[in-house]
């Protein structure tokens, strides 16, 4: 540890080329809540650590015809502070800005959550939900993926060595759309989700028609789940399609066993949430942009 090198470039392509042309173990840190925490923890030993904070591009919201350009490194509390994005996109806010505490949401970032490769990451399938995709720049040019590629297991992403993310993409809200994302936690804050639920609908009158579910915490990766999604589709969201909702959400986990939750526990918390934030979803699309 005590040959580390840090570096603190201020440009992507910058970034890319210390990344790239590493000699050992190198890790890119944005806001470092989680990094840090593992450092502290010797869990991770890193040669170089690559501080993308300067770089601008990764430090801006931008708002665009189609939609909103987040970079990887925006805080949560800039995400909670941005009105136009938090009255688009409520549920997207709403996760990032369940990331740690107020002190930790000055750091924390998306890209940083989204990287860690956390099954339980809260931002995760609120981001999937709401169809995001994500901006990857590496030594072979810039990619955009859709946020549901980015983590293949717990810790493992599936960025190249020399890749990072540099932005998420939201694409603006459509007509009768509205978003949503609970948790189920042990305690009222501070914990880490035992299981998330990510719903995006569209809403017709008094009929769904269109609807992505996404699930955190009840499998090695977060989950898009299309059969929940196609379980309320072309219904009013009674009681039985709901009921249909929350089978389809229990049916698609596959969690593990821990001190904050059994795998039967998960299965079963994972149709109630899901049920719950598309309702919250539901009601969010009637009322259009008010929030």
Known sequence: ?????????????????????????????????????????????????????????????????????????????????HAELKAEWPGVVEAAELIGSTQIQGRASMGGNLCNGSPAADSV??????????????????????????????????????????SFFLPRRGDGQGDAYLRFI???????????????????????????????AVAPTPLLVEDAAAAIVGTTMDEAALANLAAAASAACDPIDDKRGTKEFRTEVAGVMAKRAALVAWERAARGTEQ
């Open 125 to 166: 399938p609120a981001l999937i939900a709401a169809r995001a995709t994500v901006s990857i720049v590496g030594p072979d040019g810039r990619r955009e993926v859709p946020v549901e590629t980015v983590i293949t297991g717990p810790g493992q992403t599936s960025l190249l060595r020399g890749e990072l993310v540099a």
């Open 186 to 216: 042990p305690r009222t804050e501070l914990d880490i989700a035992v299981v998330g639920a990510g719903v995006c609908l569209t809403r017709e009158g008094d009929q769904c028609t269109g609807a992505r579910v996404a699930l955190g």
């Open 1 to 81: 540890m005590s040959d580390m090198k840090y570096e603190a470039p201020e440009t992507v392509e910058a970034a890319v080329a210390l990344l790239a042309g590493a000699g050992g173990e190198a890790w890119v840190l944005a806001g470092g809540t989680d990094l840090l925490v593992q450092m502290h923890a010797e869990l991770v030993q890193p040669d170089l650590i690559v501080d993308i904070k300067r770089i601008t591009e990764l430090r801006e919201i931008g708002v665009e015809a189609s939609g909103f350009r987040i970079g990887a490194a925006v805080a949560g509390a800039e995400l909670g502070e």
